[in-house]
């Protein structure tokens, strides 16, 4: 983390050299002009997490800048939201006397959303008593007349939940809410704003569509559930259990009727469509029954692996989203050779880093 490169006034120079990086890499590959899809330059994250430092009677959050090989302290956090930046002043003003809740405490973790919910995780290096939990009920009883707020105490082998792990995000996506569980330590897109354009875009991409979708790598349901109203039917895919339960909690409180969700790795999903092998998770589901002209693709950063592009291939069209341009890069390698890009976007969802998050629509040539 540079800290200090993150200015305000130097974001829309950033964003663009981005644009630029990201239309040179890709211009072997013919794509259409670059749609790019620019962040709040400040609190515009959800989630952060920071280390504690304690010295004598002070205790503050910090960061590791990897420019300065130094760790800074971070009072606030020019990122983070607003309300994780109204809970870190907050909080550690309660937490400082507190020998009960401070001793030990190395790291805090904030989830917030963009709907007024946020969930605080305090990490210890020492197993949680009595004690704790008393004083961290009465904390939370505090803070709860301002914030709506729920707290988590982990240890070693040890989490205790004072109410729930988790929040639930309310996004406005093309003028509809669409409601989101979001579990401490599971993966949610960070930037929630940004996150919204990625839908609509989505949405868009596929509104032209027919048939049935193929969804791999779910996650909590996050497109799943914005996708859906462009498909007849959609089959998704998703190994970690807690994303599988978050996303089928997602499906019932958007009322979405048309989802179907797997307990399954794109792997060995992909073994399943080309009859390789049975699995006991697929009784009574019949692939065959559904008729999926669109594949949709989300995959981690070490991209899709060889047999998973081959089921890839298969369909008309294919939406790409990826996180790691370099995986995407080596994976169009292959997808180009049966299909080309029709639709091409960068969306910032990390500024003031290398990172960048991109979207392909590719059809069949």
């Known amino acids: 983390m540079n800290l200090a490169a993150m200015d305000p006034k130097n974001y829309d120079a950033q964003l663009q050299q981005k644009r630029i990086k990201l239309e040179e890499a890709f211009a072997d590959f013919t794509p259409p002009a670059l749609e790019v899809f620019a962040s709040e ?31 800074v302290r971070c009072d606030q956090y020019l990122p983070a939201g607003v309300l994780i930046n109204q809970m870190m002043a ?5 937490l400082k006397p507190n020998p009960a809740l401070r001793h030990r405490l190395f790291q805090i ?8 919910e946020i969930l605080v995780s305090l990490l210890y290096h020492r197993q949680l008593d009595e004690e704790w939990r ?11 007349a301002k914030y709506n707020v729920n707290i988590i105490g982990r240890a070693r082998k040890q989490k205790i939940d004072l109410d729930k792990d988790f929040v639930v995000e309310s996004l406005t996506v093309n003028q509809q809410v669409l409601q989101y569980k979001q579990i401490e330590n599971s993966f949610t897109q960070p930037n929630a704003k940004v996150s919204v354009k990625m839908l609509e875009w989505a949405i868009d991409a596929t509104k032209q569509s027919q048939g049935d979708l193929l969804e791999l790598y779910c996650g909590n349901g996050n497109f799943t559930i914005a996708l859906a109203q462009n498909f007849n039917r959609v089959l998704a895919t998703e190994l970690a259990k807690p994303s599988v339960d978050a996303a089928q909690y997602n499906i019932d409180i958007n009322n979405v ?10 792997e060995d999903f992909s073994d399943a469509m080309a009859k390789k092998r049975e699995f006991r998770r697929l009784e ?20 899709i692996d060889p047999e998973t592009l081959k089921l890839v291939q298969g369909y008309e069209r294919i939406l790409y989203i990826s996180c790691n341009p370099e995986t995407l890069k080596d994976n169009l390698l292959t997808l180009s050779e049966t299909h080309e890009i029709s ?9 003031y880093t290398d990172h960048m998050e991109s979207g392909v629509l590719l059809v069949r040539k």
């Open 343 to 351: 639709r091409f976007a960068l969306f910032d969802q990390f500024p």
């Open 284 to 303: 009574g589901i019949d692939l065959d029954s559904f008729d999926c002209n669109t594949i949709f693709v989300d995959p981690p950063r070490a991209g």
């Open 90 to 94: 907050e909080l550690i003003v309660e």
């Open 134 to 144: 008393e004083q961290t009920t009465q904390l939370k009883a505090k803070l709860a």
């Open 109 to 116: 973790d904030f989830l917030s959303t963009l709907s007024g």
């Open 41 to 71: 330059p400040m609190n515009y994250r959800m989630r952060a997490e920071f280390r504690m430092w304690h010295e004598g009677d002070d205790l503050y959050y910090y960061m590791f800048d990897k420019a300065l090989n130094a760790k």
């Open 257 to 266: 009727t048309n989802v179907q969700i797997i307990r399954m790795s794109a």
